[in-house]
């Protein structure tokens, strides 16, 4: 992903079958091919007419939302989200996934969930609880412990100073072709593909201070 305006479609970090047969192949090029690239597109074409803005970073955008002209400021909010949620959303897998090991984050989730067992009982639940079209996310308050919040549509914890270390996409186009409406199916197999070491970096990013919006 370029840094500003105008914004591309970065190619996903594996092929489009390494997930099977977890996320399907078909569901990976109509989520990436089609979903995510009609966000960069849309988010491009708001941009077009407002050079002021054509610098501003996909974080700085969602960050500054309330600076926005009023007339694309929705149009600039739904589709940045779009497009951060997904590259945030397909970086974090991996097939096969090592696991969570030991480690900084490791020792996060048992500080501030007691077990693994109940973080990833919380996560799933949370990811249940999105009421139609949403995520599921993992993230650092501003105090530096670890939350489990939920987000609508394609809003994004960034705008609420929160600095996320994974996410899952819960709209219906993120599953529903392999795995129809059994959402808690796809919750299940998603956690098989988890990239742990990416999180693990992400982490470490979000608790350094290196990793955060530009505002």
Not at 50 to 66: C, D, F, H, K, M
Not at 92 to 98: D, Y
Not at 105 to 110: C, F, G, T
Not at 207 to 214: E, H, L, P, R, V
């Amino acid at each position: 992903m370029n840094e500003h305006y105008p914004f591309v479609n970065p190619p996903l970090p594996y092929a489009y079958d390494a997930l099977e047969p977890f996320i399907d192949t078909k569901t990976m090029h109509l989520h990436h091919d089609r979903h995510l690239q009609t966000y960069v597109n849309n988010l491009n074409d708001a941009l077009k007419d407002y050079p002021q803005l054509q610098s501003w970073s996909l974080e700085r955008l969602i960050y500054n939302a309330g600076r926005l002209p009023l007339a694309v400021r929705q149009t600039i909010i739904n589709n940045a989200g779009g497009v951060y949620n997904h590259i945030l959303y397909f970086n974090g897998m991996i097939n096969p996934s090592e696991g969570l090991r030991r480690g900084k984050l490791y020792s996060a989730i048992v500080k501030d969930f007691g077990t693994v067992d109940n973080f990833l009982e919380e996560l799933k639940n949370q990811a249940l609880s999105v009421f139609g079209s949403g995520y599921a996310w993992l993230v650092v308050t501003p105090w530096g412990n670890l939350r489990i919040v939920t987000s609508a549509n394609q809003n994004t914890p960034i705008a609420q100073n929160l600095c996320p270390v994974l996410t899952t996409d819960v709209w219906e186009h993120a599953y529903y072709l392999k795995h129809y409406n059994e959402r808690a199916a796809y919750i299940d197999d998603w956690l098989k593909v988890v990239n742990w070491k990416k999180a693990e970096e992400l982490y470490n990013n979000c608790i350094s201070g290196t990793k955060g919006t530009q505002r």
